[in-house]
T-cell receptor, first 113, second 114 residues
Framework: AQSVTQPDIHITVSEGASLELRCNYS??????LFWYVQSPGQGLQLLLK??????LVQGIKGFEAEFKRSQSSFNLRKPSVHWSDAAEYFC???????????FGTGTRLTVIP | DSGVTQTPKHLITATGQRVTLRCSPR?????VYWYQQSLDQGLQFLIH???????AKGNILERFSAQQFPDLHSELNLSSLELGDSALYFC?????????????FGPGTRLLVL
């Protein structure tokens, strides 16, 4: 069965510092991987996705993620965090059998001045 | 703005009642998905409709049902409500049922059962 683990419940970073949010997945075949962001009171917005090809994926708002099959990981990175990046971040996996998404438990990002 | 609309934004009701949540997908999208976000269960897939037909079921309770109408809008019906049904219910849409397709999420309906 597929699953997604986001080991960090809450991360605090200083504005301008780099960011890495971890995501590990479990799925037997090649997964489809997504990162979504949820701002307070808002729906989920897609940051980026991977389904094939280049393992380094560029997304919106300066985010990127790298798919590492050997580590079953799809970590999200940003070189310099802005205060507006404070939000909850969800990693999700889609399977070849269905188009619904399985989400991790989320990582809440706090940005301090 | 994702283009997916959900009504109402907030809903407060009592245990044992029945409510209907409504979702309008993005123009041109044929697939609609329903998800539940709660503190204890996280974000969970409930059900997927494509062009009026049910395509997949997730962790959806028997007290819950959904349908997609000819104009492609969808409704999620929750009956015999319990306190534990309090959650944020999201609708998402995509163009087709292709694997890896982007799902666009609506702003959600926050349900509070008292």
């Amino acid at each position: 069965a597929q699953s997604v683990t986001q080991p960090d419940i809450h991360i605090t970073v200083s504005e301008g510092a780099s960011l890495e949010l971890r995501c590990n997945y479990s799925y037997g075949a090649t997964p489809y991987l997504f990162w979504y962001v949820q701002s307070p009171g808002q729906g989920l917005q897609l940051l980026l996705k991977y389904f094939s090809g280049d393992t380094l994926v560029q997304g919106i708002k300066g985010f990127e993620a790298e798919f590492k099959r050997s580590q079953s990981s799809f970590n999200l990175r940003k070189p310099s965090v802005h205060w507006s990046d404070a939000a909850e971040y969800f990693c999700a996996v889609g399977t070849t059998g269905a188009n619904n998404l399985f989400f991790g438990t989320g990582t809440r990002l706090t940005v301090i001045p | 703005d994702s283009g997916v609309t959900q009504t109402p934004k907030h809903l407060i009701t009592a245990t044992g009642q029945r409510v209907t949540l409504r979702c309008s997908p993005r123009s041109g999208d044929l697939s609609v998905y329903w998800y539940q976000q709660s503190l204890d269960q996280g974000l969970q897939f409930l059900i997927h409709y494509y062009n009026g037909e049910e395509r997949a079921k997730g962790n959806i309770l028997e007290r819950f049902s959904a349908q997609q109408f000819p104009d492609l809008h969808s409704e999620l019906n929750l009956s015999s409500l319990e306190l534990g049904d309090s959650a944020l219910y999201f609708c998402a849409s995509s163009v087709d049922t292709g694997r890896g397709e982007t799902q666009y999420f609506g702003p959600g309906t926050r349900l509070l059962v008292l």
